[in-house]
């Protein structure tokens, strides 16, 4: 019999349906997934059989009778392959190993300076070999790879500017494509960032959100209605770049007076070497934050200046997307003892009341790795798309 392509279109969605049920329900049985989508049960029975012949479901014990014989429920078979998520950072490089439902099985973390891009795709690709070489067994081994990369980023996954590493037009996911011969997504890291709690994290509540990715620079992603919003051509978030000072500091990007140079990581670290601040040759974030735990009125104002400029530019997010909640999230989270109070004073004083009476404000925990697990997630969902082509 020729099976039509509209046929064969139905049958994915079908079974599509009939994963993701299982994923976020488990354990179920053929008779609540039937009920649940619609389906009849004898569809949903051979959907089922291809799905746990593909190895991507499994069969546990019996559920509760409501009458009759006790249902075998259905699991989702999270150990059925791994994906990598990479995050990187200006001054960092972060990679994880996940299973298909986001736990973290593996994790490393390289510090860096001032590194060429050769240098740095080379410590990208020892990184992922490390994962790669500590997947544990399972059918479908590493099935992808995911980058969150601080930039401007088009749909094709080409790196097209990234100011705070000197990096321009660069195609970062072919290099690793020819070199691991497995599936890349490159993804701005604010996205993979807010994606990242949306699923896993402080975002999962929440149908509206906004993280912002405070480090070196700044940027952000938005959840709008529980997806992730990426603008026409996918340039969505670059919040780091609006313009607070018309006449101000020239910014690595081009413009002047961009939000970034106020209140990111890089501001603090500038303000700190004028100011001598610590005896060290160069002051990093951890040196500020010593300081400042030991009393030190200078690193603790200057931890209060950029909480100002930060909720100077939130109070415009929350003013133009109306959010149910901010994350603040990457390394400025560190300094959340200094930092989140001046934040939230900056909201409540200068936001409208009515943008204010349903938003939360956290602060993400920076061992929660929101990026790279962003990163992996849409690596995960890109293999179980593939796997539910039709033929």
């Known amino acids: 019999m020729h099976i ?13 349906l009939c994963l993701y049920l299982i994923k976020n329900n488990a ?16 569809t949903v029975s051979s959907l089922v059989s291809e799905l746990i012949d593909e190895q991507l ?5 019996h559920g509760e009778s409501s009458g009759g014989r006790r249902p075998v429920m ?12 990479i995050d990187l950072g200006v001054n960092y490089i972060l990679g994880i190993l996940t299973d298909l439902r986001g736990n973290i099985i593996y994790r490393i973390n390289e510090k860096y300076v001032n590194l060429t891009y050769e240098d740095t795709l080379e410590m990208i690709k020892k990184i992922i070999t490390t994962l790669i070489e500590n997947a544990p067994k399972s059918p479908y081994g590493v099935i992808g790879i995911g980058i969150g990369a601080p930039g401007i980023i ?11 590493l000197g990096w321009k037009n660069i195609s970062l996911r072919k290099q690793l494509e020819a070199q691991f011969h497995l599936p890349v997504l490159v993804e701005n890291e604010a996205n993979a960032g807010a994606y990242g709690e949306k699923e896993f994290g402080l975002g999962q509540p929440f149908q509206n959100l906004i993280y912002v990715s405070a480090g070196i620079g700044i940027g952000a992603g938005i959840i709008i209605n529980g997806e992730l919003y990426k603008g026409t051509l996918g340039y969505s978030g670059e919040i780091g770049h609006m313009t607070i000072q018309k006449d101000g ?19 603090l670290l500038t303000r700190a070497t004028q100011l001598k601040l610590g005896d060290k040759k160069q002051i990093h974030l951890n040196d500020l934050i010593e300081l400042a735990n030991q009393g030190n009125n200078q690193a603790i104002h200057l931890f209060h200046e950029v909480g100002d400029h930060l909720g100077a530019g939130i109070i415009n997010i929350i003013h133009t997307f109306n959010p149910e909640q901010i994350i603040i999230g990457n390394r400025l ?7 989140e109070p001046r934040v939230k004073k900056m909201i409540s004083n200068y936001t409208l009341p009515f943008h204010q009476s349903k938003l939360t404000i956290h602060f993400s925990d920076i061992d929660f790795a929101s990026s790279a697990l962003g990163a992996a997630a ?3 969902e890109n293999f179980l798309r593939c796997m539910l082509q039709p033929d």
Do not use: H
């Open 74 to 85: 259905l699991l989702f078979n999270e150990q059925a392959g791994y994906s990598i998520g």
């Open 57 to 61: 479901i499994y069969e546990s014990g």
């Open 378 to 380: 849409f690596s995960t």
């Open 27 to 42: 354990p179920i049985s053929r008779a609540d997934i039937a009920q649940q989508t619609g389906l009849t049960k004898g």
């Open 4 to 16: 039509t392509w509209n046929q064969q279109l139905v049958k994915k969605e079908n079974k599509s």
């Open 249 to 267: 500091l020239e910014c690595r990007c081009g413009n002047k007076g961009c939000w970034e140079l106020y209140a990111s990581e890089q501001y």
């Open 154 to 164: 088009n749909m094709e996954g080409e790196i097209l500017l990234a100011p705070n």
């Open 333 to 339: 989270s560190l300094a959340k003892r200094w930092i």
